[in-house]
């Protein structure tokens, strides 16, 4: 089952007669929690994304999917900051790894074109 709080208003629209509108919790049966805005029954907005596996992603959602700026951070704590286009990685971004450095560069899904390391001077 899926269960999601009540602070998401149901209206009629989908083909159960009920669909979620504005800001709400879903958590899914595998675990995943989301936290944000739904439009017409989709995740759609700002919201958070948590995995299971501590894993998380923060930022803007269009149909269900990361779109546009947003932060997603991985288990182990290194995180990429930029924007995505349908859940994937997509121009200029900020890469922290494990180490707490910061690697910048033009990313394209799960690779980065001409990384560097960001300096602090």
């Not at 709400?24 to 759609?44: F, P, Q």
């Not at 859940?87 to 690779?111: A, C, H, M, P």
Request: net charge positive; hydrophobic share 30%.
């Amino acid at each position: 089952k899926q269960w999601y709080q009540r602070r998401v208003a149901i209206t009629a629209g989908d083909a159960n007669g009920m669909c979620r509108n504005g800001q709400g919790t879903h958590t899914y049966a595998n675990g995943k929690v989301y936290v944000g805005s739904w439009k017409g029954d989709k995740i759609h907005g700002q919201g958070s994304l948590t995995f299971p596996n501590g894993s998380k992603y923060e930022g803007t959602f269009v149909d269900n999917a990361f779109n546009g700026e947003g932060v997603y951070t991985w288990e182990d704590c290194s995180k990429f900051k930029g924007k995505f286009s349908n859940n994937k990685l997509v121009g200029q971004g900020e890469y922290t790894d494990t180490n707490s450095r910061i690697w910048v560069g033009n990313f394209q899904e799960k690779v980065a074109i001409g990384l560097e390391v960001k300096l602090e001077c």
